[in-house]
Each structure stands twice: as C-alpha cells, then as structure tokens.
C-alpha cells in the first residue's frame, strides 16, 4: 500500500472526492475513528508542527472531539459536526479555518506524515478504503496551504466554482 504526499502546486486547481463510508466502517466505525483521531493528536504534541495548536490541554482536547466529528461526518457518517454550521459549505468552512495559520508545504508534509503514521499504526484491514481515505487527504490537504517558499501567500478557493478547483 502506497500513502505517497504529491506536491503542492500554487494556485493549481484541486480535485478531491470525500472518503468513502467504507473507510468508517474499516476504521472501527465512530469509535474507532474517534480513537484513530486521538492517536493522530498525541503525534501532532510530538511533532514539528505542535507550535499552531493549543498549548492549553482542554483547549487541545475540544479540538480533538471537533476534529473526530468532522472526519465521522465527511466519511459518510451522522452530520454530528456541522451542527452549528448551517448553510455553509463545509469545504469550504474548513478551507477558510485553516487560514488563521501560516501554513506551508513543510507544515502539510510534518501533518500528512503524522496522520500516515497513526493510521499505519491503527492496521485497517480494507487497504482500498485506506488508499480512499488517503487520497482525500493528499489533496484536499492542499487547499489547506496558503504559504509559500518565496514568502507570498496564497489562499484556494472553493466557492468560485469557475475554476473548477472543487472536484467530485
Ligand atoms: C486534509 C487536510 C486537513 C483537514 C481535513 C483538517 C481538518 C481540521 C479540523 C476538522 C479541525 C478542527 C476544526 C474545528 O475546530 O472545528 C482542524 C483544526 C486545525 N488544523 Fe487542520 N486539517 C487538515 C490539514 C491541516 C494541516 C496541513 C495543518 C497544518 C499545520 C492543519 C492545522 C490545523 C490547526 C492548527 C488546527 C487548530 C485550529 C485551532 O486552534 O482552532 N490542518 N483541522
């Protein structure tokens, strides 16, 4: 199985599909998502890019429990993480969310790797559902970069949809 990173291209146009159910299913179904997105989070406190999140562990934790719904939800699973959110696009929600910090490639690889490791670690059986569920996050993981080497910024969007930059 091949959890391979591609590269980021600026202002590229981004195609993605959303997991599919089948990835829920493998992982464990809410619990087992939920414990495979904890794992991720203890990683992230050991890695590079532990400096963008909360240092303050409740405020950690809330994080966690929000991150853990938004993946049961994009994976097909109960809509328990828009609640609040109605009306929005979520992609384009969690695009925007990801604006509040400088991210770059380097940043993107430090959490991709971190999120290939927990799920290596996690051992799901169904490696298509694996590949699926990577997929998802080698690209949308893309749109979430807004920093570039040569220090400008640049920030994807969903919503201008004539840019075919939202894929399905
Ligand atoms: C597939 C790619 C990604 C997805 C689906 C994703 C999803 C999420 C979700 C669901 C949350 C919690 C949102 C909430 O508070 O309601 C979150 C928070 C966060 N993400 Fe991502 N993320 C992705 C990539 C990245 C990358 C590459 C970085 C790089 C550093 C990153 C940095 C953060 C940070 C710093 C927060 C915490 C925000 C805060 O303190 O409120 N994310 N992300």
């Not at 794992?39 to 950690?60: L, T, V």
């Not at 298509?128 to 990577?134: D, H, I, Y």
């Not at 080497?149 to 840019?163: E, I, M, Q, R």
Request: negative net charge; hydrophobic residues 35%.
């Amino acid at each position: 199985m091949s959890l391979d990173i591609s590269k980021v291209i600026k202002g590229e146009s981004v195609k993605f599909k959303n997991p599919p159910k089948a990835f829920l299913e493998a992982v464990g179904g809410v619990d087992g998502m939920q414990e495979l997105m904890y794992r991720f989070y203890d990683k992230i406190y050991e890695s590079e890019i532990s400096h963008f999140f909360p240092q303050d562990e409740d405020e950690f934790e809330k994080i966690k429990i929000r991150n853990s719904k938004f993946f049961i939800q994009i994976c097909g699973g109960p809509k328990i993480y828009e609640d609040d959110k109605e009306g929005q696009d979520m992609d384009e929600y969690m695009v925007r969310l990801h604006d509040d910090f400088s991210i770059n490639e380097k940043a993107r690889i430090e959490w991709l790797g971190t999120m290939r490791e927990a799920i290596e670690e996690h051992k799901i059986e169904d490696k298509e559902a694996v590949e699926a569920f990577w997929d998802y996050l080698d690209s949308f993981s893309k749109l979430t970069v807004n920093t570039f080497n040569d220090g400008s910024t640049y920030y994807a969007s969903l919503l201008d949809k004539s840019d075919s930059r939202l894929g399905n």
